[in-house]
């Protein structure tokens, strides 16, 4: 085999599997895509050696259709930190405040750095939610301000009237990107009416993606709308060429096949609420989360040393808190086999003990996908 062979084997060797059950870091949708999103990809290909459009004009106007806005209160990313991005590069300049809370998704505190602008973190509350009196104490001289709903990592929702007063108290020259990467998730009487909300605050960029409920991670595709006017700024930060031909093709195809879109998100929510169910039943507490993932604080169990020698995919944080995301049912009876193997040691260690206080790194798990259906 030759060496130019032999890259390409490789190449191939390693690109991720679309149906993983122990690859839970990323939030990604547990299934490939759907069948109409493949055929309509795959008819794309034939046109690989065209450009595709200068600016995305297409796609932005089969979003703002969607959600029935002008199209040109819509932009459009490399999935929502792409979004994000621009936000940062067309309203701040370096030096300037964002505030955000603590943890966060992780990508706000790099694309902070990468736009040289000063990060001030808020605490979550007790409850893993926003403390939104305190980042809008915080937010009187920032440039930009960020509210996750749900939150990046917890889950959590603030109330609709309790986001209102918040945007009420922001300065309107203040830039708040309301992130709603995973608004697919929320039950319809739990969702804030966007469009609505942007035609009152000029200063609101809502931000989505393709990549979490559409599972379209692997083609980078996101958008943000806002009022017309700071739409127009935030269009100038558009790069050209930068949106590929399938992005278009993929997005047209996933609103045409909402309903099986639906289902699915109906089959991970399920899951949710059963991972969340059986995590419980063992005793641990969860954040009352309305995404894909569920959260477990830190003060539970050494989760890095629970998780670390099982390989289960999970992301770990700095106050000791992990984020699980939801995968199949074999996923999760990974994770509760894992956890409660976990258990059993440290109680076999420290039969008088309540709760984990001792590195549960040896524990007897074998493979954690034993038993899973």
């Known amino acids: 085999m030759t060496a130019s062979a032999e890259t390409l084997t490789e190449a191939v060797a390693a690109l991720p599997q679309a149906v993983d059950p122990l690859a839970l870091s990323l939030n990604e949708c547990p299934f490939p895509p759907l069948p109409a999103v493949h055929a309509a990809l795959s008819a794309s290909l034939d046109s690989l050696n065209r450009y595709p459009e200068f600016l995305p004009h297409r796609l932005r106007s089969v979003i703002a259709d969607r959600l029935g806005v002008d199209p040109e209160q819509v932009v459009i990313g490399e999935g929502a930190t792409g979004v994000i991005m621009q936000v940062l590069r067309a309203v701040t300049m370096p030096g300037d405040a964002i505030v955000m809370s603590s943890p966060t ?15 001030v973190t808020v605490p979550l509350d007790a409850h893993g939610r926003h403390d939104l009196d305190a980042m809008a104490d915080a937010a009187t001289d920032a440039r930009v301000v960020v509210v996750c709903r749900p939150h990046n990592p917890t889950g959590t929702i603030d109330g609709i009237a309790d986001i209102e007063r918040f945007l009420m108290r922001i300065p309107s020259d203040t830039v708040v990107v309301l992130d709603e990467a995973y608004v697919e998730f929320l039950a319809a009487r739990q969702r804030i009416d966007a469009t609505e909300l942007v035609d009152r605050f000029g200063n609101v960029v809502v931000v989505r993606t393709f990549s979490k409920a559409y599972g379209l991670a692997g083609l980078r595709v996101g958008y943000g709308f806002c009022a017309a006017e700071l739409g127009r700024t935030l269009w100038t930060m558009q790069l050209p060429f930068g949106v590929p031909q399938a992005a278009l093709v993929a997005v047209a195809a996933s609103y045409a096949a909402e309903d099986q879109l639906r289902q699915r998100i109906r089959i991970i929510s399920a899951e949710r609420a059963a991972l969340q169910m059986r995590l419980r039943a063992m005793g641990l507490r969860t954040t009352d ?85």
Do not use: K, Q
């Open 105 to 119: 998704f992780d990508g706000y505190p790099i694309l902070a750095r990468m736009a040289r602008l000063r990060p």
């Open 289 to 373: 989360t309305h995404a894909n993932f569920v959260y477990l604080p830190g003060a539970e169990m050494p989760w890095p040393e629970v998780f670390g020698g099982a390989g289960l995919l999970v992301r770990h944080y700095g106050d000791g808190g992990v984020r699980i995301t939801v995968g199949s049912r074999a996923s999760t009876w990974a994770v509760v086999r894992t956890v409660g193997a976990a258990m059993r040691y440290e109680e076999a260690c420290h039969p008088n003990r309540t709760g984990a206080t001792r590195s549960p790194s040896r524990a007897p798990t074998g493979s954690v996908l034993a038993g899973a259906t």
